[in-house]
């Protein structure tokens, strides 16, 4: 079964880095866009980025833009989420999630569970 | 503008119908979906493109869109159909996502 699994979360100082990741198995990684997003404690969810399945396209919310970077290698099913300069107001549970159907028009049919990030001195 | 509003909060009684709607200048020409998260979970996607379910999503959701409104309808909700439900689209771009605020829905 499709199974997303992130990692790499913790506890950071503001204006530090983090890298998060997401494993994915059960399907066919290298078919499929792949997309973060997040939720802050108590709030709604937030588009963060999303990454083509060859990984020659990236899109970014304006509010990560040219801090974060996601990247993909499809040799080992695996994505991440390279987050510089982090903020207080980055501190959220961060998802990925995939798209379904061959262009994505189908949203996003599975996610993972989760990873908490949290920017604090 | 890439803003979709929903309104906060939904409240039905068992066996009633529930319609949560969302608004988004774009959404004449962009499809609109539907996510449900439950308390501590993942979100759960319940509709794509308009008015498409899912396998698995119970026949009693549905989809429909409309000019700048999209609306979720539940049929019969149910109470373990109490949950925040979210709508998800395109911009006006064709490449940034957006999602809406956010409508908790209560069954009681």
């Known amino acids: 079964q499709v199974q997303l699994v992130e990692s790499g979360g913790g506890v950071v100082q503001p204006g530090r880095s983090l890298r998060l990741s997401c494993a994915a198995s059960?399907?066919?990684?290298?078919?499929?866009?792949i997309h973060w997003v997040r939720q802050a404690p108590g709030k709604g969810l937030e588009w963060v980025t999303v990454?083509?399945?060859?990984?020659?396209?990236?899109y970014y919310a304006d509010s990560v833009k040219g801090r974060f970077t996601i990247s993909r290698d499809n040799s080992k099913n695996t994505l991440w989420l390279q987050m510089n300069s982090l903020r207080a107001e980055d501190t959220a549970v961060y998802y990925c999630a995939k798209e379904g159907g061959d262009y994505g028009e189908m949203g996003l049919d599975y996610w993972g569970q989760g990873t908490l990030v949290t920017v604090s001195s | 503008s890439s803003e979709l509003t929903q309104p906060p909060s939904v409240s039905v009684s068992p066996g009633q119908t529930a319609r949560i709607t969302c608004s988004g200048e774009?959404?004449?020409?962009?499809?609109a979906y539907w996510y449900q998260q439950k308390s501590g979970q993942a979100p759960v996607l319940v509709i794509h493109e308009d008015n498409k379910r899912p396998s698995g999503i119970p026949e009693r959701f549905s989809g429909s869109s409309s000019g700048t409104m999209a609306t979720l309808t539940i049929n019969g909700a149910q109470v373990e159909d109490e949950a925040d439900y979210y709508c998800y689209s395109t911009d006006s771009s064709g490449n940034r996502r957006i999602f809406g605020g956010g409508t908790k829905l209560t069954v009681l």
């Open positions: 059960g399907f066919t990684f290298n078919n499929f866009g």
């Open positions: 990454i083509s399945y060859d990984g020659s396209k990236k």
């Open positions: 774009a959404l004449p020409k962009k499809y």
